[in-house]
């Protein structure tokens, strides 16, 4: 099988030329992922008539992504750089008096640092050398200060003294002693002993000062109370916080003396504080928990001492992802997430919303998650990001002159390009006949005679959605003669709890049963040929994937992509396991094995024909290689076509971070397909 994995990373990269020999390429290809850039966390300064945000770029001869900040003038569209060049710069901030812009980037050593720019000279300064990298920065209420969360390392369980070293040995590595439960974080990997806290810092220049202390993780995004006297937090501060990692509650300390109270006590995790303009209010996010797989998150406002609690959004069956007060504190600006499409509205404390702007986009740009981000000044400017599926995130304004695109980061690499067409398709399960969104995107300038195989392309999550959203896959796919379908099969957000919770204790289930419908949709609509049809997926997806291919044989080959195969060992070695055995069942696997093994892919694998290649990151810490290998082992075993990518330094949430391991994914994956094709004197 080495010889095969060699063969299909070979033929990846052939598919990725700058240009053929009769002219640049027109339609999307691997190389054009070097020249992708995204629109990111926009500010809007306090007047709103100047926004910062996140411009993400790549580096072809690092291989690797740029963020850098830049300024819009929402009037004109004018473009400043802000934060530019070989480091990475993100969390744009402005002061309360908008004559000041903190943020964070990398210093000559690497070593992320917090800066300030003062926007009247054009001068920036590093106003504080930290040991840690700074998260969540907030200016104070009167601007003189910055509060920020930092790690603050300790030395942790000691067992025994290490021998004393000769001067000039060279030993081993001293052994690591773990003993939380939370030990490692995929991206991560190992986590340090420590924990992180609050602190502050003088926004022109200063030694950090600690607020807070002990054993606990405190959280950001941080809020000031008005008078600017303390600071309020997110922390899970009971008894043993790793074995209740879903219980985190509100608290303020004082920046006099450092006393804290808890301004939130419910079970389930409170999180995002938001102080009104006139600071006698105090909205945040959270749910009550019920150990299910999935809570919509809902606002809740209370007054500044913690009294008076109530949820506002009760009536409203959707998750809020953000909130920002609007300027005149009787209502707030929200994101949340509606049939896969993120949107804006304006919600009033007793609970009406009213549309601001409904085609948010956001995220890296692999595949259509819904997403976005968005701010609000306090003169009723808004800012977000938006884009569609053939337009990567840019930058959009809402404001006394409507609704306008500042941006248009692609412009120029799509010039001259045909992309796929992405449109709806209406699907109705065979399972119980509900309605299952899903859209259908044809190779560019597809011929309306012709029919094209079909890969069904199904997200991780399994708590996540797709949308009309860019994604370079999806682009890809279609630019190599497939037809793709996505969809948001049940247990899909962004259509209410009971839609999400249909696979609570129950995944995979009936959701296979609404990914073939998709499927024969797509074939209804005319276009497919249903003699080719092909199967992907990530994460959740490389679960379904993998589930599909043992429950039939319609399909010419897979590939599972960073799967759970055995629901007992993958909860036994991921890196939340603490969350996956108390919400997604009932009992841990040694007290009902049975109940772990018929919802795993390995239970059907002897079922298995289809040719299955598996992917996986060799850092992914959420669904260990161990559980793509007892795949692509019992396939071996079995005698069926099979292949193992490993990606190197790739960790489960990182397959887009280097373009030329993601476009030699993602050729592997059309390699495997073409392999199968039996249509292949059309291509």
């Known amino acids: 099988m080495r010889r095969l994995c060699l063969a299909l990373l070979a033929a990846s990269a052939v598919a990725a030329p700058a240009a053929s020999a009769t002219g640049p390429a027109r339609t999307f290809q691997p190389q054009d992922l070097f020249g992708l850039q995204y629109a990111s966390d926009p500010q809007v300064r306090p007047d709103g008539k100047a926004i910062a945000y ?16 830049w300024l819009v003038d929402p009037a004109t569209g004018a473009q400043t750089p802000v934060a530019t060049g070989d480091a990475s710069a993100s969390t744009p901030r402005w002061s309360p008096d908008g004559t000041r812009l903190a943020y964070v980037t990398t210093d000559e050593n690497k070593k992320p640092q917090l800066y300030v720019r003062w926007l009247a000279s054009g001068q920036s300064a590093r106003i504080a050398d930290l040991p840690e990298a700074p998260d969540s920065i907030a200016w104070s209420p009167d601007g003189r200060q910055i509060a920020l969360v930092m790690f603050t390392p ?18 081993a590595e001293p052994i690591k002693i773990i003993s939380r439960l939370h030990y490692r974080e995929d991206g991560e990997g190992s986590l340090r002993n420590g924990f992180a806290h609050v602190f ?5 220049g200063g030694v950090p000062r600690q607020l807070t202390y002990g054993n606990y993780d405190d959280n950001g995004p941080l809020a000031w109370t008005a008078d600017g006297r303390s600071v309020i937090f997110a922390s899970n501060r009971g008894k043993d916080p790793d074995r209740e990692p879903l219980n985190s509650d509100l608290f303020k300390v004082s920046l006099a003396d450092g006393g804290m109270s808890a301004l939130t006590t419910r079970n389930g995790p409170d999180f995002n504080p938001r102080v009104s303009p006139d600071g006698t209010q105090i909205a945040w996010l959270g749910w009550d928990d019920r150990l299910r797989g999935y809570e919509n998150v809902r606002l809740s406002v209370m007054n500044a001492d913690g009294s008076g609690a109530r949820v506002v959004t009760g009536g409203l069956d959707r998750s809020i992802d953000d909130m920002q007060w609007a300027g005149d504190g009787r209502s ?38 819904s997403g976005g981000d968005f701010s609000t000044s306090r003169t009723g400017v808004v800012a977000y990001t938006t884009g569609d599926a053939t337009n990567p995130p ?25 992309l796929a067409p992405v449109r709806r398709l209406n699907v109705t399960s065979s399972f119980d006949k509900r309605p299952i969104e899903a859209w259908l995107a044809l190779p560019p300038g597809a011929d309306p005679g012709k029919k094209y195989p079909l ?9 996540a ?101 055995n629901w007992s060992s993958f909860v036994l070695t991921s890196d939340e396991y603490f969350i996956y055995e108390k919400y997604w069942f009932s009992k841990p696997p040694w007290e ?66 280097r373009p030329s391991q993601h476009a030699a994914k993602a050729g592997a994956i059309i390699a495997w397909f073409d392999k199968y094709r039996t249509d292949k004197g059309a291509q």
């Not at 996140?54 to 900040?69: F, G, H």
């Not at 919303?353 to 995220?363: K, M, R």
Request: hydrophobic share 35%; proline share 6%; charged share 20%.
């Open 154 to 171: 300790d030395e942790g369980l000691k067992l025994g003294a290490p021998l004393d070293k000769p001067e000039g040995a060279k030993w």
């Open 332 to 369: 707030l600006v929200v994101q949340y997430a509606d049939h896969g499409q993120a949107r804006l509205a304006r919600l009033t404390l007793d609970g009406r919303l009213t549309p601001v702007a409904d085609a948010l986009t956001g995220g890296d740009p692999d595949r259509p998650y």
């Open 465 to 565: 959605s797709y949308g009309p959203a860019f994604a370079s896959d999806v682009q890809m796919y279609a630019a190599a003669g497939y037809a793709v379908v996505y969809a948001n099969p049940r247990g899909s957000t962004s259509y209410g709890e009971e839609f999400a919770n249909t696979i609570n204790d129950n995944y995979p289930s009936q959701d296979y049963d609404d990914l073939m419908s998709a499927v024969d949709a797509a074939i209804a609509d005319g276009h497919v040929d249903e003699n080719n049809l092909f199967v992907t997926g990530g994460s959740g997806g490389g679960v379904l994937t993998a589930w599909i291919v043992g429950k039939t044989h319609r399909f010419k080959a897979a590939v599972s992509q960073k799967p759970v195969i």
């Open 592 to 657: 009902d094995p049975m109940a772990y093994w018929k919802r795993s892919p390995i239970s059907l694998v002897g079922n298995v024909t289809t040719p299955t290649m598996v992917i996986v990151g060799e850092e992914d810490h959420r669904t260990p290689p161990s559980e793509a290998e007892q795949l692509y082992q019992a396939l071996q075993l079995r005698g069926v076509p099979t292949a193992l990518i490993k990606v190197p330094g790739v960790s489960h949430g990182t397959y887009a971070t």
């Open 200 to 204: 502050v810092v003088g926004s022109e």
């Open 394 to 418: 840019d930058l959009a304004v809402r404001d006394g002159r409507g609704e306008r695109r500042l941006t248009r980061l692609n412009e120029s690499l799509f010039m001259g390009k045909t």
């Open 455 to 463: 890969i069904l392309e199904i997200h991780g999550g399994p708590f």
């Open 54 to 69: 996140v411009r993400a770029s790549y580096d072809q001869m690092a291989d690797k992504a740029l963020r850098s900040i």
